[in-house]
């Protein structure tokens, strides 16, 4: 080996070896630095933002009501509140028919399950009070599934009822919506009607 070729083979051995040094000693400072002390913990809303704007936590369940309805994903739990009772509600859904198919179809046939249980008092039921919209404000009113047991026209404190609900709508992304008197909705689901 020349003396030229040796000196080069040294000096990038000893670069590798001061950089390798440097890097071993990263982040083993007894004192951190004064910004990673102050650092919010992965997950943690910033000290900036107003603590009474933060929710709770991804899992909580939204307080729907007429002067503020609760606006959330399918499958999420509201608490529907008005002047005389409250009650757990879940929407899921659409389910529909042929996805994974070749082709996306302008439309498809929608199946919505809902779950209300915890109520406080008599709860209306009833089909006509959930209306669904796409993205271009078309409102559909979708129906009891054919077929399936009539839920009560009330639940009561204690219960707890489960239906389905049909429409066909077109693809893309919605909103169900609840108006337990029929005009005033207290809760929405979003949703994506996709059959691809």
Request: glycine share 10%.
């Amino acid at each position: 080996m020349t003396p030229v070729r040796r000196a080069g083979l040294v000096a990038a051995t000893l670069a590798v070896a001061a950089t390798s040094a440097g890097l071993a000693g990263c982040g083993t400072s007894p004192h951190p630095h004064p910004a990673a002390a102050r650092a919010t913990p992965l997950g943690s809303y910033p000290s900036f933002l107003p603590k009474d704007s933060l929710n709770q936590g991804t899992d909580s369940v939204l307080t729907g009501t007429a002067a503020r309805p609760a606006l959330t994903s399918q499958g999420d739990v509201v608490k529907a509140r008005t002047a005389h009772w409250s009650v757990l509600i879940t929407v899921t859904g659409p389910q529909v028919p042929g996805e994974g198919l070749p082709f996306q179809a302008s439309a498809d046939t929608c199946t919505w399950t809902v779950t209300m249980s915890a109520a406080t008092g008599p709860v209306p039921v009833k089909a006509a009070d959930f209306t669904a919209i796409d993205d271009q404000g078309t409102v559909y009113q979708p129906a009891l599934v054919k077929g399936q047991p009539r839920p009560p026209a009330e639940l009561k404190p204690g219960q707890q009822v489960k239906f389905e609900l049909r429409a066909v709508e077109a693809t893309g992304e919605g909103l169900m919506r609840w108006a337990p008197d029929g005009t005033h909705i207290v809760a929405k689901w979003d949703f994506v009607v996709e059959n691809d």
